[in-house]
Antibody
Framework: QVQLQQSGPRVVKPSQTLSLTCAISGDSVSSQRAAWTWLRQSPSRGLEWLGRTYLRSKWYHDYAVSLKSRITIDPDTSKNQFSLQLHSVTPDDTAVYYC????????????WGQGTLVTVSS | DIQMTQSPSSLAASVGDRVTMTCRASQDIDDSVAWYQQKPGEVPKFLLYKAFRLETGVPSRFSGGASGTEYTLTISSLQPEDFATYYCQQYYSMPPTFGQGTKLEVK
């Protein structure tokens, strides 16, 4: 079955870059049916969609408008994974971060990574 | 962005009860709603999509309903493992947005 395994630092200093990776098994980051997504969850914001990358005729990237100047989501086809970079973080970016898959016509996220609590603190 | 408003925010029930929770969209979303279950410290679990369609492996006691911009999740006979927080999510327009959750607690 499809599994997503997240990795990355759990503590990031303010103004620095949060970087997480999501390794995919049982599917391909180059799948023409999937969209590879990052979300986060915090008590103050609830569940929040951050952005996605997906391959159709070319690679596409969509980002939350509120984060568009600070976020990058990139595929790595050689390692079958995708990554999240969030620049210039503040304590307000402290949250549990999830990677997830949206597959085909299912209008929802059917597979999730295990979640990573990232704390922004000096 | 489309707002998804869930009610109630919490609900107390007993094993064997039939429970229904509601999610109202701020505009028409053409049944493009999904439901998730999340237990404390766990990852959200995908339950239903397109308002009515059960994800593979989800028990048939879970069902979805729709009327206009109001969507419901019903559990026909509560089991002990069903006590959790439930979230709705729309995928009709970008960005996908979630409700704030309904916490299902033991009465």
């Amino acid at each position: 079955q499809v599994q997503l395994q997240q990795s990355g630092p759990r503590v990031v200093k303010p103004s620095q870059t949060l970087s997480l990776t999501c390794a995919i098994s049982g599917d391909s980051v180059s799948s023409q049916r999937a969209a590879w997504t990052w979300l986060r969850q915090s008590p103050s914001r609830g569940l929040e969609w951050l952005g996605r990358t997906y391959l159709r005729s070319k690679w596409y990237h969509d980002y939350a408008v509120s984060l568009k100047s600070r976020i990058t989501i990139d595929p790595d086809t050689s390692k079958n994974q995708f990554s999240l970079q969030l620049h210039s973080v503040t304590p307000d970016d402290t949250a549990v971060y999830y990677c997830a898959r949206k597959e085909g016509q299912k209008e929802g996220f059917d597979v999730w990574g295990q979640g990573t609590l990232v704390t922004v603190s000096s | 962005d489309i707002q998804m408003t869930q009610s109630p925010s919490s609900l107390a029930a007993s094993v064997g009860d039939r429970v229904t929770m509601t999610c109202r969209a701020s505009q028409d979303i053409d049944d493009s709603v999904a439901w998730y279950q999340q237990k404390p410290g766990e990852v959200p679990k995908f339950l239903l999509y397109k308002a009515f369609r059960l994800e593979t492996g989800v028990p048939s006691r879970f069902s979805g309903g729709a009327s206009g911009t109001e969507y419901t999740l019903t559990i026909s006979s509560l089991q002990p493992e069903d006590f959790a927080t439930y979230y709705c999510q729309q995928y009709y327009s970008m960005p996908p947005t979630f409700g704030q959750g309904t916490k299902l607690e033991v009465k």
